[in-house]
């Protein structure tokens, strides 16, 4: 009985212990952007109005991680998450240079 006490007590330990958590800013042009959706494995995550996101109770190994936002590049990076251990990252965010092509219009109006 002693055993499976102790057992039940220290599960909760080995279950949320196991655990990786990632937090960090996001800059362009080094002022923060705001509203960004983080994402990183099935976790999609927004970021404040301020560029703060933090996730957390993540599983540890390799991620992928992929920031985007409205006007600017797609950010991708692989991290690497180990157990305890919260990675803390600033990233710069790059404007998207790609632009549209030029298009006229042209109408005739009846009378």
């Known amino acids: 009985m002693r055993w499976l006490f102790?057992?039940?007590l220290?599960?909760?330990v080995t279950i949320f212990?196991?655990?990786a958590a990632l937090k960090g800013k996001i800059y362009a042009?080094?002022?923060p952007v705001g509203f960004v959706s983080v994402k990183i494995g099935w976790l999609l995550k927004m970021a404040d109005s301020a560029?703060?996101?933090r996730m957390e109770h993540l599983q540890p190994g390799k991620k992928t991680l992929?920031?985007?936002a409205i006007g600017y590049e797609i950010f991708k990076k692989e991290i690497l998450?180990?157990?305890n251990e919260t990675i803390e990252l600033e990233i710069q965010l790059e404007k998207q240079t790609s632009a549209l092509?030029?298009?006229v219009v042209t109408g005739t109006m009846k009378a």
């Open 81 to 83: 998450l180990k157990e």
């Open 101 to 103: 092509e030029d298009m």
């Open 51 to 53: 560029g703060y996101f």
């Open 6 to 8: 102790l057992l039940l």
């Open 29 to 31: 042009d080094s002022l």
């Open 10 to 12: 220290l599960l909760p």
């Open 17 to 19: 212990g196991q655990f």
């Open 66 to 68: 992929l920031i985007s």
